[in-house]
Nanobody, 123 residues
C-alpha cells in the first residue's frame, strides 16, 4: 500500500502563486508515475500533470502549460506542483495520485490517491 498526503492548498488572488506538495509513504518502490488531478464543483476529475519517477517525462493539460510545473524528489518521496499566474478557473480540489503503470492522463489508471487539498482563486 501507498499513502499520499497533500499540503499547500489555500486561498489566493488571481495572478498569485501556490505550491502543492504530496508526501508518499509505504511501498513507494513500486510507483512508476505521480500525477496531479483536480475536480471543480459539478465537474469531473480532470488531469493536470504527471511526472515519471525518474523525472524524465512530464506532461501537462493545455490550460496549465507555462504556468504550472511538476517536480519530484525521490529522496524525500515527494512530488510538488508549482502553480503560477493562477486564475479563478483553477479553483478546485487538487488530488495527488500514484500509478504503478507508465504515465497516463486517465485517472482510472492511478492506483493510489490522496485526500485532496482545496485551491481557491479569487478574482
Amino acid at each position: 500500500q501507498v499513502q499520499l498526503v497533500e499540503s499547500g492548498g489555500g486561498l489566493v488572488q488571481a495572478g498569485g502563486s501556490l505550491r502543492l506538495s504530496c508526501a508518499a509513504s509505504g511501498r513507494t518502490f513500486n510507483i512508476h508515475t505521480m500525477g496531479w488531478f483536480r475536480q471543480a464543483p459539478g465537474k469531473e476529475r480532470e488531469f493536470v500533470a504527471f511526472i515519471t519517477r525518474s523525472g524524465a517525462t512530464t506532461a501537462y493539460t493545455d490550460s496549465v502549460k507555462g504556468r504550472f510545473t511538476i517536480s519530484i524528489d525521490n529522496v524525500k518521496n515527494m512530488v510538488s506542483l508549482q502553480m503560477n499566474s493562477l486564475n479563478p478557473e483553477d479553483t478546485a480540489v487538487y488530488y495527488c495520485a500514484a500509478a504503478l503503470a507508465p504515465p497516463s492522463r486517465d485517472p482510472s489508471l492511478y492506483n493510489y490517491w490522496g485526500q485532496g487539498t482545496q485551491v481557491t482563486v479569487s478574482s
